[in-house]
């Protein structure tokens, strides 16, 4: 019963982190080991700044054409059926 209490004790006391957590300090360790690298990805598809990255300031990589000038609107959508 002792053993159960302090398996207990120590569950209780342990702070768990999200997802997220893990996957921004797994980016942080791989920013740390390549600083040459202005953004890391993770293994969650998620794109993460490197904090330890020197150089000139790199826009997101999913960014699309961030060095063209903006065209015209697309087309509007045509109007939806009332499904009312």
Do not use: C, K
């Amino acid at each position: 019963m002792e053993d159960y209490l302090t398996g207990l004790e120590e569950h209780l006391d342990f702070h768990y982190s999200t997802d997220s957590e893990w996957d921004r300090e797994g980016a942080r360790e791989i920013g740390r080991e390549h600083p040459e690298r202005a953004w890391i990805a993770s293994d969650r598809d998620v794109w993460y700044a490197n904090p330890f990255y020197q150089g000139p300031p790199v826009p997101h990589p999913e960014e699309d054409d961030y060095d063209q000038p903006a065209g015209p609107p697309s087309a509007p959508l045509p109007p939806m059926d009332d499904p009312w």
